[in-house]
Structures are given as structure tokens and as C-alpha cells.
């Protein structure tokens, strides 16, 4: 997508406070560029995050800094798309207006066994749903759960080359996997706040005869326990690296 296309990735799950960007240890980048992506890290300008109004009304506030931020660059197309990936965000498509395809891509279903906040989640799914033009899911079972909004919900089921894992000879011959000791439990995608660390350091540790493999980019976030990732690391059967999407998976589809 961004071999042809600017792409700007408006990172809310990485946003800081003032207090937290000045306490913490590592530079807080609130803008980088690769290539044709950008990423823009907010900012959480109202203190009291704590509270839903509050974090809800940051989320506005950066929302028109993202927009004014699109102006003042200069981008122009007449296929702008404005993709969304969590409930939370159901006010976007209104601030950026119709000039955006607005899009709902559902990859999860969003819950919580607290039950003033699933009544909360459902809630923002619903005006974020109304709001889009198009919504998508990687199952039958999520379109299954929103079956008022069948017309303009597209199944896009997720999958990979499932041949280049059954062919070693099939992956690029420096690639750590084949220097690794069997039986290896994978992992690829970005390492980021999802881990359970500790859960992982106890496996880990319980488990030294398999090897455990993290294949991705490390995402820095302040939600992340650094001290548990480094902790994680020097353990003797647990591997990182980072390899291309090109390099893994040759075909995505």
C-alpha cells in the first residue's frame, strides 16, 4: 500500500502525557517518517485521562491535529481513506467528513467482562458501524453478530502461505530458523503491549527444551514493560529477529 500511496498511521494506542514524556528514560518521537508512511504519536494535552470524558475529548483534540496536520502537509487525492480499527473511534469519520472512504475494518470482537464498559464498547461499535461506508470482518462468526448491518459488511477471511512453512527450503537461507533447535514455538507480528511478558518469562523458563522464536518488529510503546522484554531476551531459548513481510511470508492474500 505505501509503495504507491501515502499512508499516515495515527498511533492513539502510544499516546503519552506531558507527565509521561517528561518522567520517561526514552525520546518521545511525535512524528517519523519511513519512506511514504508516517507516524504520528498524540499527545494527551487534558490531564485526568483516567476519566472517559477526558480521554474521549483527547481523542478530539488530536483528531483535528491529525487533520490540520494532512492540510498543512499538502496531501491531495481524490481516494483518501480514512481506516479504522476499534469502536473507540466512531467520531472520526464525522471530523474528517465525506471527502474520506470511510472504513470499519473489524479484526477482533471487542468486549469486557466489566459490564458498564461493554455496554460502552457496544455502543461505540454501533455509531462507528453507522457511520462508515464499509465495514469489514476476517469471519462469517463476526458478520454473524452484527446481522442489522449486513449490506454493508464484506467477509475477508485472513490467510498466509501455508506451503512456505512445509518446505524449509522454500525460506531465505540466512534465516535463523534453520539454525534453531526443534521443537520451536513462532511467533510473527509486532511485539508490542499485547504480550503477557510474564506469562511468557514463566513459559519460557518451565520449558527449556523448545525454542521460542518472536519474529517482528519491536513496537516501543509506554505500555510496554521494558524490563520484562529485556528480561525476556537474555534468556538462552528464546530468539528475536526481524524480517521483512517479503522475506516470511512471500504471499499474503
Request: with cysteine; hydrophobic share 45%.
Amino acid at each position: 500500500m505505501a509503495e504507491k500511496n501515502t499512508v499516515i498511521g495515527f498511533l492513539w494506542q502510544d499516546a503519552a502525557s506531558f507527565k509521561e514524556i517528561l518522567i520517561n528514560k526514552k525520546p518521545f518521537q511525535f512524528f517519523k517518517k519511513e519512506g511514504n508512511v508516517f507516524y504520528l504519536t498524540p499527545i494527551h494535552f487534558l490531564p485526568f485521562r483516567r476519566f472517559a470524558f477526558i480521554e474521549f475529548l483527547n481523542l478530539i483534540i488530536n483528531s483535528y491535529l491529525l487533520k490540520i496536520f494532512i492540510f498543512l502537509r499538502g496531501f491531495k487525492s481524490k481516494n483518501k481513506i480514512l481506516w479504522l480499527f476499534h469502536p473507540d473511534f466512531w467520531l472520526l469519520p464525522k471530523i474528517f467528513g465525506k471527502s474520506y472512504f470511510s472504513l470499519y475494518d473489524c479484526v477482533d470482537y471487542f468486549s469486557s467482562t466489566d459490564l458498564q464498559i461493554e455496554k460502552k464498547i457496544r455502543q461505540n461499535e454501533a455509531r462507528l458501524i453507522k457511520n462508515v461506508q464499509l465495514m469489514t470482518v476476517i469471519s462469517k462468526t463476526l458478520k454473524s453478530l452484527h446481522q442489522q448491518n449486513q449490506l454493508k459488511i464484506k467477509v475477508i477471511p485472513q490467510g498466509f502461505a501455508l506451503d512456505i512453512y512445509k518446505s524449509p527450503q522454500k525460506l531465505p537461507i540466512n534465516n535463523l530458523i534453520l539454525k534453531l533447535k526443534k521443537p520451536i514455538i513462532g511467533f510473527i507480528g509486532g511485539i508490542n503491549y499485547r504480550f503477557d511478558y510474564s506469562l511468557l518469562i514463566q513459559l519460557t523458563k518451565e520449558n527449556p527444551n523448545l525454542t521460542f522464536l518472536f519474529d517482528g518488529p519491536i513496537q516501543s510503546s509506554h505500555f510496554v514493560k521494558t524490563n520484562e522484554l529485556e528480561k525476556l531476551k537474555k534468556l538462552n531459548n528464546v530468539f528475536f529477529q526481524n524480517s521483512s513481510p517479503k522475506e516470511i511470508i512471500p504471499e499474503i492474500f
